[in-house]
Nanobody, 115 residues
Framework: QVQLVESGGGWVQAGGSLRLSCAAS????????MGWYRQAPGKQRELVAR???????NYADSVKGRFTISGDNVKKTVYLQMNSLKPEDTAVYYC?????????WGQGTQVTVSS
């Protein structure tokens, strides 16, 4: 059974920083990409950042220059460094692992940014 465990969410004032971590365990033999998504109240889940097995990254326009994704396919871990946080970054953040057979999701971690 595959499990994704996220950590690092919390409360921070605008302009502050947080670092999210996600560790996957279980039978994952190949990873296409790992990423972070978020869902704010009343909104659809959206991609925040994604990193492929080859190390290519892409970011939502709203976080470019502020967030940095990093990961290790061998260790099955992915991180999201979030700087210069804004109130509009408030959301539940979900870790995602994209494999050839299945998409796996974490349980989500709350990030709250106060103005």
């Amino acid at each position: 059974q595959v499990q994704l465990v996220e950590s690092g969410g919390g409360w921070v004032q605008a302009g502050g920083s947080l670092r999210l971590s996600c560790a996957a365990s279980g039978r994952i033999f190949s990873i296409n990409a790992m990423g972070w998504y978020r869902q704010a109240p009343g909104k659809q889940r959206e991609l925040v950042a994604r990193i492929t097995g080859g190390g290519n990254t892409n970011y939502a326009d709203s976080v470019k220059g502020r967030f940095t994704i990093s990961g290790d396919n061998v260790k099955k871990t992915v991180y999201l460094q979030m700087n210069s946080l804004k109130p509009e970054d408030t959301a539940v953040y979900y870790c995602n692992v994209d494999t050839p057979l299945h998409d796996y999701w974490g349980q989500g971690t709350q990030v709250t940014v106060s103005s």
